[in-house]
């Protein structure tokens, strides 16, 4: 009898599409499609609203009630209709509430959490050849056929650090054994995430000023250090505080291990010295911008960070790297962060080099000479 008098509701953090003759229905937030007929969306649109089995046993009376009860079933097994007394109900109902601005669009952010990703660093040649397209690359530059063409002056730079710094930006996959100085990661929390000052205005009062720009000036992004050998500091977890330039302790359990599984498995990333998490708080965007296209200066705003990353760790003699291969969940998880409010975006990572002492004596720099810090007397 019971289960009569449980209300059922659709999930909301759905969508439905044609796909090779078949109807599909994704749950962006469970990450599942399942495929149905038409039948399906009726029943699913009757259940628009807070009902029960019963209702819908009257309602779909040309059917059987073993057969709507059997169909009930099903749909609250494969996640398109959800019981009033369940976790995934929750959780359906904040991603619909809290992204209500950005949705459906934003469901794109949902849809490709968790990836599959394969380890590829063992396969031959010919066995990476076979998974490519048969069809040929694609041109590395496009030439507008036709269009009058003009020769610019010579590619003369000046010797300038800015530019050595510049063009010694690569992406690394080999670190030294060495530990990281803290007062490294000092200067790169800083540099990157820091709090240069502020500016007022009369509309939203106080705004940030950091190195890299963000849309509205809203400065999304937050940063979770990942330290796993750092000189002076207990490998763990820990969130960085730009307002006090503070390391706040999330876990001391970490290890090369999990930094492996937070990075797809991928191999390289157990020799790192540190890892920075970077995350987004979407409200602080959202507020202002309830356009969904501002989804993409949340993301904008990551790759910025990101390549202000790079190049302050190149200047501080470092070995940089960046993947966007990550399992979302077991990160969000373990930083203690909701995955809707606040969600894991980017990962980037340093070591010092297997030739550190050439490269820091070239691009090292005096911390409190560089360190940027908010204006006197702002928190």
Known sequence: MRQRTIRLRRARCLFA???????????????????????????????????????????????????????????????????????????????????????????????????????????????????????????????????????????????????????????????????????TVSQLLSLVWGVNGYLYTRRFGRLLHKTSPSGGARHPGEVYLMALRVKGLKAGLYHYQPATHQLETISTNTSPNKAWLYCARQHFVKNAAALFLMTAVFERTMWKYQHVRAYRVVLLDAGHLCQTFCLAATWLGLAPFCTAALKDTLIERELGIDGIGESVLYVAGVGLPTTSVRARRQFSRNAGRHAANPSKGEV
């Open 17 to 183: 599409y044609w796909q090779n003759g078949q109807l599909c229905f994704h749950n962006f937030a469970t990450r599942r499609t399942v495929s149905g007929k038409p039948i399906t969306c009726e029943l699913l649109a009757f259940f628009d609203r807070w009902r029960t089995s019963r209702e819908a046993v009257k309602h779909f009376a040309e059917y059987t009630q073993r057969s709507v009860r059997s169909t009930l079933a099903q749909l609250v097994k494969l996640g398109l209709l959800l019981r009033n007394d369940s976790p995934e109900r929750k959780r359906d109902s904040r991603i619909a509430n809290e992204w209500s601005a950005w949705l459906p669009q934003g469901s794109f952010h949902f849809c490709t959490k968790d990836a599959i990703y394969v380890d590829r660093s063992n396969w031959s040649s010919d066995r990476l050849k076979a998974i490519l397209p048969k069809t040929p690359q694609p041109k590395l530059f496009k030439i507008v056929k036709g269009a009058a063409k003009t020769l610019l002056p010579s590619r003369v730079f000046p010797d300038s650090e800015f530019v050595r710094v510049l063009m010694s930006r690569k992406t690394h996959r080999q670190f030294s054994k060495q530990q990281l100085p803290l007062e």
